[in-house]
């Protein structure tokens, strides 16, 4: 089947198309407008899907040399997300599902995330993943496709989100991941023992203590300024070895826990180089195939969606026109329920 | 109205938010100002707890921008902190919470201070050190 996807659950507006042959074009909307505009146009901004989606479907279809009419299904992020958000993309899907009498598949974001590792792979199951954004840190064991049991969670802050706030102590640039793990790479993991949250608990994380640590730590310096200038590449490693040991850790737990001999790494955080390297050396301690998506593929993007709508219409998971578009995870169970 | 109240640990700063949730009816917006790692996360799981939510559902939304919880009422979490202009709100449909059917708590709100009601609670956390907590709650007489 051929298969449209959609997202547009936070940020970004994406569309991706993917075929029996693979995946066909992945489609991010700055870049679409960016394309017919010729530049950067600020004032659009990346939050109004309303004015960018057709575009952006339009050039996804275009790169994927095929046409609307060769389209089988369409597939959309249904959550989690921004309802608004949600919603732009889940009705423009299915005005392009009635139009067209294709059916509509409704993907849940978090699922994709783990089988974008399946767009250029094939991964094993049972597998276990650790899924680390800016938004999101959890560990999932997926038994076969769609059987998933959410292991662990945050608690406060996302992996992704203390690199960034982190580094707006330290006075880096927004978003300050790819910065921290830049200057990691040059620093001293071992230069201060910042704390690791939540080792008691096997699954779980924290990560907001380690933000305060790291103000007072600067705080109790006599001249913070010159000592921050001194030593912020030894400061960057020692905040990305707190933060990569956790999770590395708890990704430990979970093999065990469930002997799964399939770990598979998901969102934007698993571009980090220190987790990489920490993953890869777990990986081979036990005796694990590891799988990681490319960069591409684990930020927020359409790939994901197709692929895992493709899945979907495998299984024959089709949604109805009715489908609403859900915040969070309870919401879903809820809405499950219910049914 | 003006109250002030000092906390000295995480979880006297949850006892405090699930108290003063207790006096909240749907449909108020309660702004959090304080520095990152003041404790505006850990007051809102409190607010949470009060509604009839579990405090571990509740995260933070720096990047997801708002949040969701269904208890006894719902709370809609914000946060401002990555959006640069209040159009940026707007187009998410901020409004469409703030004038809706539950509790709205927004951290980083000087982001859109334009689009926030006259009504809201300002509640200001101050951190004189690493432990202590100091909680300004304002409210405008009606």
Known sequence: ?339 | MEKEFTTTSPDETIARGKEFVASLEAGEVVCLQGDLGAGKTHFVKGMAEGLGIESDDVSSPTFTLINEYDGDKLLYHFDCYRMESPREALEIGAEEYFYGDGVTVIEWPERIEPLIPPEAIWISIEAPDKNTRKFVIRKREP
């Open chain 1, 1 to 339: 089947m051929n298969i449209l996807g959609i997202e547009s659950s936070c940020d970004e507006t994406a569309a991706a198309v993917y075929t029996p042959d693979g995946l066909q074009s992945n489609i991010i909307a700055s870049q679409a407008i960016h394309e017919q505009y010729g530049g950067v146009v600020p004032e659009l901004a990346s939050r109004a899907h309303h004015k960018t989606i057709w575009h952006t479907v339009q050039q996804a279809l275009n790169e994927g040399s095929i046409t609307l009419s060769d389209i089988d299904a369409v597939a959309v992020t249904q959550g989690p997300g921004l309802m608004g958000s949600l919603l732009v993309g889940i009705c423009f899907a299915k005005g392009l599902c009635l139009s067209r009498n294709i059916p509509l598949v409704g993907v849940n974001h978090m699922d994709a995330h783990i089988y974008a590792n399946f767009i250029d792979d094939q991964p094993e199951y049972p597998l276990v993943s650790l899924t680390v954004s800016g938004g999101h840190t959890q560990l999932v064991h997926v038994t076969a496709p769609f059987e998933h049991e959410l292991l662990g969670q945050t608690r406060d802050d996302a992996a992704g989100e203390a690199f960034d706030k982190i580094g707006k102590i330290l006075g880096l640039p927004y978003p300050a991941g790819p910065v921290i793990d830049e200057r990691s790479e040059h620093g001293d993991p071992s230069f201060h023992d910042f704390p690791q949250a939540m080792l008691d608990n096997d699954f779980e994380f924290s990560f907001s203590g380690l933000k305060t640590s790291v103000k007072y730590f600067l705080e109790d310096q006599d001249n913070r300024e010159e000592f921050l200038k001194n030593h912020l590449d030894d400061i960057c490693a020692s905040v990305s070895h707190a933060i990569t040991e956790v999770l590395v850790k708890k990704l430990r737990n979970a093999i065990e826990h469930t002997g799964v001999k399939t770990v598979a790494l998901a969102g934007g955080v698993s571009a980090n180089s220190m987790l990489r390297r920490k993953a890869e050396k777990l990986a081979e301690n036990t005796g694990c195939n590891l799988h990681i998506p490319k960069l591409a593929y684990c930020t927020d993007n359409a790939a994901m969606i197709a692929i895992t709508g493709s899945m979907m219409t495998q299984q024959k998971l089709y949604a109805d026109m009715d489908m609403k578009p859900f915040a969070n995870l309870k919401a879903l169970e809820r809405m499950n329920v219910q049914r």
